[in-house]
């Protein structure tokens, strides 16, 4: 396979100490590329970054009406959060309403993310439960639904469970991909992850930020979804998360989400595009990195939005006495095809 | 720049999820190229994968003779150890004796690596100091070295300081490179890193592994340090870290040192060669991969040795549940660069 182009480069004193490749594609909700660099029909695993596709039939299906689901709720089913406490308590109290408990989940356990509640966990030796797992909103989502349609949720992530059935016709249909003909790897909390192109995993996001041509339910459900997102951005992440802290600055234009291995998405309802990214060595540094100048260049930020950013558009590399070393920058590469993009 | 090969690649499922591009190379003493993949000229910033010839002069200024340094402190000094408690404490004593204490040591505080140690530490609410880095045995090293000649030790660490001009000199010389006309950087403990051609840094570990053809002095000490570092494997790294593991499972054959962003470099006593690799983007799980297939190449491993390393041979990647999702894997052609490796 041929090179994708280094996109983002990590820099020491003068000189580039690493690099990473990558490739991106921004895409309208038929498919069409706006924008692109490196290889668009690399396959990917998006990982997290299908979240907020993943919980379209939590919609569909009439749970999230039948239990009154509310907006952090569906937030958080679009979620990687961070396991801080706000978070735990609104899955723990989420699963109370539907008649389960975190035992039901079957993510697995995570420990806390942001150093915080991190250490405290530790200080106060917190028993940790599935319900602090980065995952546990999408599966309290999935959960939902099979209480909803009346499916035992035992086994609910196994690719043959009514769960996933669902998950992956919707995840089919809005990507225009044939997931039988994919491959099919578990991902980190357990459910399928298919390996599909990145133009695909696109035109999915693009579809959701442009739903005009879906079926009405289909619609109403990207609709909802992405709202939700805009206005719980802290239980998409948690705090100083890069998606919250996007969708805190741009909360008008952008959806963004990440998955672990270098891949990000992002819904742009107001432009109508879709964008997916992955940095083929999986980093996410340079993921953050290069989603960001793809963001700024769409025109998704205002001024003020920019500034807001700032730890992201400059990601400084201090020694640990605190001085500057380096940078995480985006190639020349990375801004001349951005800057080459089709005017939209 | 031609791009590098994939020497690492990560699977999920069936697929390939992420590509770990990368060079290195093994030389013997004289700087021949033994074996290679990628381009042997990318100049390199070593990070801590030098330590082991940074120390060099805390030996030949007579400073280790004159404190009478103990087998494990000149392990230290070659060290990126994890702060568990014993790394400290003997770290703590060695200071003690040159009339020193952490408050002296001026590589910036780093929380402990290993999650037993982080823990306790959070648990307890320890005060963290300078000695818990993974850089502070080679600080120690550089102040005994100063209160051995004279030198005041404060800014030790800055370019023109005694301490690093001897330590660049010595540098330079083993790695047979003018280090005034390279890239000059700050690594993460605030000393100077040279942004150095790949080949240059093997060739400097060749001449730690085969001393025949240096200065009585400066073989001595590549002796002694390398003995030092069998010797004392855990306090080179530590508990299950990569080249403590390796030393252990390889005591006669390998000396091996790694640094940040994805470099790894080894003396091979028995061989009189050295290596010196570095992954494109920084990982280190790609550089752990690489480099224990390039020493198996390179028979360092017994039977036995290679069944104490199965978890860097055959790295898995699970779920958070606890399942098998894929594994970390050399690509075919690192095995194919190892394979047409000239007889040794």
Redesign the interface.
């Known amino acids: 396979m041929s090179?994708n182009p280094i996109l983002v480069e990590?820099t020491?004193?003068?000189?580039v100490?690493?690099?990473?490749?990558g490739a991106f594609v921004v895409v309208d909700a038929s498919g069409k590329i706006v924008c692109a660099a490196g290889d668009p029909n690399m396959?990917?695993?998006p990982r997290s970054s299908a979240k907020p596709l993943q919980a379209i039939p939590l919609i569909e299906s009439g749970a999230a009406d039948r239990f009154g689901l509310t907006d952090r709720e569906l937030a958080l089913a679009c979620a990687s959060h961070q396991g801080e406490p706000a978070h735990v308590r609104a899955i723990e109290s989420w699963l109370a309403r539907i008649g389960l408990s975190p035992g039901s989940l079957?993510?697995?356990?995570?420990a806390p993310r942001t150093p915080e509640a991190s250490?405290d966990a530790?200080?106060k030796?917190i028993r940790l439960t599935p319900a602090y797992?980065n995952c546990s909103g999408k599966h309290s989502g999935f959960l939902t639904a099979c209480v909803a349609c009346g499916n035992n949720p035992s086994g609910y992530i196994e690719p043959d469970h009514p769960a996933q059935r669902r998950v992956t016709a919707t995840l089919g249909e809005m990507t225009d991909c044939d997931l039988t003909r994919v491959?099919?790897?578990?991902?980190?909390?357990?459910i399928p992850?298919y390996?599909l192109p990145l133009q695909n995993l696109a035109t999915g996001m693009a579809r959701l930020a442009d739903p005009s041509t879906q079926p009405k339910a289909r619609a109403e459900a990207a609709e909802r979804l992405l709202n939700a997102m805009a206005s719980e951005p802290f239980y998409v992440n948690g705090t100083g998360g890069f998606t919250t802290e996007v969708m805190k600055a741009a909360p008008r234009t952008v959806r963004a989400k990440g998955g672990f291995?270098?891949v990000y998405t992002a819904a742009l309802p107001t432009k109508g595009l879709g964008v997916a990214l992955k940095i083929?060595?999986?980093?996410m540094r340079?993921a953050e990195c290069a989603m960001v100048h793809i963001l700024q260049a769409l025109d998704c930020f205002s001024a003020r939005g920019e500034e807001q950013l700032d730890q992201f558009f400059n990601a400084i590399i201090r020694?640990?006495?605190?001085?500057i070393?380096?940078s995480v920058r985006p190639s020349a590469s990375l801004t001349s095809s951005l800057s080459s993009r089709l005017s939209l």
């Open positions: 090179a990590v020491r004193g003068p000189a100490e690493s690099r990473h490749r396959p990917v695993y079957e993510c697995g356990v995570q250490e530790i200080r030796g797992h491959a099919l790897g578990r991902d980190g909390c357990g992850v390996h291995e270098g083929e060595d999986g980093a340079a020694t640990f006495a605190g001085n070393a380096g």
